[in-house]
């Protein structure tokens, strides 16, 4: 056994009569993959659940095998009741399922949370959070070890698109031998990593890249604080046509050489400010993030700052980081 | 044995005296990488090398076991009679080891190539040629296991080094299910992956990200042709402060929907231009290349041309190129 929690997992499930697999809203990669594989394997295994998920996935991982499988909800009116289990996937807290309006609004069913985030909350009945795991599609391929799930070209093309995806194909922290074992195993378990790396890192689009292009223009250099930031506007946003990809762009602020961290913050409502941070050196900038009520990894972590006038936000945010990088 | 070529490449290396390693001028990770491994795996067997090189490595490099050890050296007046036995890595003809004005001037001794490039002439006395490995790295690991070599930490963390550049970390072609295996014996082997991921990827001049801004706000795309290209003039190269890593800019050039090819220019001298090509789809760039004198792989390919007004290479790389995907 790799979890000792796997074990209670797979009873759970067992015992289970209706299970409703979720993930994020705003899903990524890795909780796309990790939701479709986890499905998948309990099919496998003769047993079925149903995938839902507050948000669309983006369009280039319409490629993931059986995408097509996630229910789109609404979760003010969703009726848990037809259920009688829930595992949520790579959400640290129900927040970040549902939404913050409905965030106190816990679920009536038991559920099982597998994570992970250093933020989450361990607000499952049954919890695995690994948070030395590269991915959520990493603890999936150690969970299915456990169960002895023979792996198929699907199952394994998901959880290879989550792990290329949440490491920014194997240059992120955490990477172990393990990791590239693990990789080895899905191709040799037929994922195409081809059409992982066409679909995930080369499908972007025109805009995508001039919106790098005005973001890398404003990037500055606080050099007392070794503050590498930048911050867009809702007017340039819009100007840039509200392209998708601050993560894209939020995955340069930690490559330049005299930083500690970076902040990239962009303005995508009217006074609603997305904030990324990135730690280059050994700073912890879930710190900072969960100080200012985000939450996310050591390395990589983020915040919205909501009813804030954009100069403020910029101005909280800054004062925040330059506080942690002392 | 992986490569048939390992047992005669290592009589050949136990029957000389004095062994001389080299990699291509303007250095890479790759080359860098690999001639550090082989001499530091060679020292182990009891064999001493000398290593040489035209350029100086880039400065991120300096962090490689062993480098301080490669000599710069002056092709046109180097004393190739004290050695018997030349070992090229990374470099698909003879001038690419000493630069144009000297291909012509073989070496007097026996030489081994090792190589990946598709264009590779097979110029040596015995060549081991594989256009399906990721990197020289790749091939001089394989190399070791057929001579039963144990990796240490320091050949590791080159060969590791090697692999992660050569493969923009994992993203690029022929990275296969063995390669990951590969990196995972490299890691267990004692290579510093964090270190090589900072070093490499992570160490950006803040001059390098307004470069590339610059860059992306050029890109055009050719849609008839589904080309996506740039091309930076010496004046405006100068005004960027001559910044390193084309490559770097480049590799955006693959990654755009809706084209098959990228194609990057800067004039880094007057009427001296860099072209980097680059497959995003099924087309073969290194032909391309190979048309205007230059080489490389399917994937990635480069030219430079000389003597030649800056609009006018232009457009003759965009012509060439449009005969070329269609």
Known sequence: MIYKESKAILQSIKQAKKILITSHKEPDEDSTGSILALNLALKKMGISSGLICKDKAPENLEFLPNIKKIELVNFKTFDFSRYDLMIILDSSSWGMVVGSELKDKSPNIPTIVIDHHASNQAYGKLNLIDINATSVCEIV???????????????????????????????YPFVSAETFEI?????????????????????????????????????????????????????????????????????????????KIGVFMVEKEKDVVDVSFRARDKIDVSKISVSLGGGGHKKAAGVTIRSMKFEEAVELVLATARKYVK
Chains 1, 2 share one sequence.
């Open 183 to 259: 990789a080895a195993k899905l191709m040799k378990a037929g994922a195409d990593r081809d059409k992982i790396i066409y679909n995930l890192l080369f499908s972007v689009e025109l805009k995508e890249l001039k919106y790098l292009s005005e973001v890398l223009k404003e990037a500055t250099i606080d050099k007392k604080n070794k503050i590498i930031w930048a911050a867009i506007p809702y007017s340039k946003y819009v100007k840039l046509g509200k392209p998708e990809g601050s993560g894209f762009a939020g995955a340069f602020f930690q490559t330049v050489k005299g930083t």
């Open 141 to 171: 391929y150690k969970i299915l070890f456990d169960w002895g799930v023979k792996l198929d070209k699907d199952i394994a093309g998901n959880l290879l698109a989550g792990i290329t995806g949440d490491t920014g194909s194997f240059r």
